[in-house]
């Protein structure tokens, strides 16, 4: 039993969902949609741990009717989705895909007819590969052509959506993509790493911009992945090194965009930045965010590992910490969301919104139906804490569940479902799984 309500939120939260392009649409080369890092790199051996890619994913791009009717169902008033970048410009710039500009304007179209509110996100993840060939995140030229898609597509669908997220989670796309090499493009190291953080910092300040200049009236933000960091122990050398986790994790995202500079003095390997920091581009990162998107899956144990390269510190795996794990081995840890918030909530933001936030479990489907009893909990657990945050002053305006139904997870393919709706990949049959239902419920009027 849960000790909250909907009314605690007060009537002004919105609530909503979330999805992403590259993972649920696919259709990836119909009706003109050039190529993207996803598509290049899903393709390149065994990169995705099912051998799958997002080449049909949850068909999306035909279904979308169905799943805004699940959507307002579910009692959801808002649904935030992206636009692939591919399928607007094929070329990352230059000539516009009119047919992506229609399959967008249908999707607005039918949400507003539905009384659903969109929210649109201008980036997540699916770069056009033929900008990752003249470097992508990590070339400068990122930034102008940034600008001439978000230019392109306020003024395409600002009339109709006033709800804007400029760029989602950078941490994961530069870290994951570019220093790691796990994710799309599959880069590696510090050198092709901290210019595509720098580059990303500018485009969500300058992407920004450009949405404030053609849609005067939006409300316009961009979401950061954030984890809360605690030290292994008192020990001045983990608190040291939680500080050097926090500045990668969550604080470099952010206090640029804030005019606060890059956090360099708790993290002297950021130095290298400053190489590629030009005269005005301490003014030119700084935005004023009508919102902030905070997205939290998981907290974190720093401890100081001086051999680490960098960053002299490692993450304490999850599975020593004796918390609960979901599907993919994240720890199940309510309270990291609201230590998250509050953290956040010291910044100089206007509003908080948790952009993001769910579950992957193993579901199983038993006569039609999902019975994700961990999901119902995780999802009450976390809401409770983001209300503790709320009703502690923390300014929060909403919260989106990730996501609408099982998709693409990256890397994990479709191994991982986070949906509050079962796809059947097969068929693209949608069940409503028990934690859809429970949302229905406590949404209801
Ligand atoms: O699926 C992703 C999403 O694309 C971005 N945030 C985290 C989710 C779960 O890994």
């Known amino acids: 039993m849960i000790k909250y309500s909907k009314q605690d939120f007060g009537d002004d939260f919105d609530w909503g969902v979330t999805i992403s392009s590259y993972q649920v649409e696919g259709a990836h080369d119909l009706h003109g949609r050039g190529m993207s890092i996803w598509d290049k790199f899903s393709h390149q051996g065994k990169r995705i741990e099912d051998g799958s890619d997002g080449t ?26 992206s636009l692939a970048w591919p399928r607007i410009l094929p070329n990352g710039t230059g000539a516009v895909n009119q047919a992506g500009i229609d399959f967008y304007n249908k999707v607005i179209d039918y949400c507003l007819a539905k009384g659903v509110t ?16 003249k470097g992508g995140w990590t070339n400068r030229m990122i930034v102008n052509c940034f600008k001439e898609y978000a230019d392109v597509c306020s003024r395409a669908f600002g009339d109709r959506v006033k709800n804007w997220i400029v760029i989602n989670e950078p941490f994961t796309y530069t870290a994951l993509g570019y220093l790691f090499g796990y994710y799309a493009p599959g880069k590696f190291g510090i050198n092709n790493y901290i210019p595509a953080v720098h580059h990303s910092t500018l485009c969500q300040a300058e992407g920004a911009r450009v949405i404030r200049r053609n849609v005067p009236d939006a409300n316009i933000g961009t979401s950061v992945g954030c984890s809360h960091v605690s030290p ?45 920091i030009q005269p005005y581009d301490p003014e030119l990162i700084k935005f004023d ?25 490692l993450i304490k795996p999850f599975h020593k910490l004796n918390r609960p794990l979901t599907a993919n081995g994240w720890e199940v840890y309510p309270e990291g969301i609201y230590k998250i918030l509050k953290q956040f909530g010291e910044y100089p933001i206007k509003k908080l919104m948790v952009t993001e936030n769910g579950a992957a479990f193993y579901d199983k489907v038993q006569n039609g139906k999902v019975h994700d009893k961990k999901r119902v ?22 919260y989106f569940v990730w996501s609408l139904m099982d998709n693409f997870e990256w890397k994990a393919g479709f191994k991982s479902r986070f949906g509050i709706v079962h796809t059947d990949f097969k068929t693209q049959r ?16």
């Open 56 to 81: 049909i994913a949850c068909d999306f791009y035909h279904r979308y009717e169905e799943d805004i009717d699940i959507v307002k169902s579910l009692n959801l008033k808002n649904f935030r989705f």
């Open 118 to 133: 969109p929210w649109l996100t201008l980036y997540h993840w699916d770069l056009p590969q033929v900008l990752e060939d």
């Open 232 to 276: 292994a122990s008192d020990a001045p050398r983990h608190v040291a090194a939680a500080k050097r986790i926090d500045v990668m994790f969550n604080r470099i995202h952010i206090e640029p965009l804030l005019g606060m500079d890059y956090p360099i003095r708790d993290l002297p390997a950021l130095e290298r930045i400053e190489k590629y």
């Open 289 to 313: 965010f009508d919102f902030i998107g905070v997205q939290n899956y998981y907290s974190l144990v720093a401890y100081d590992v001086p051999l680490v390269p960098y960053i002299g510190a």
């Open 377 to 398: 909990e995780f999802l009450q657990k976390y809401i409770g804490q983001v209300l503790r945050a709320k009703n502690e002053g923390v300014n929060i305006g909403g």
């Open 430 to 445: 949608r069940i409503i799984k028990d934690s859809g239902r429970w949302i229905r419920e406590f949404l209801e009027e």
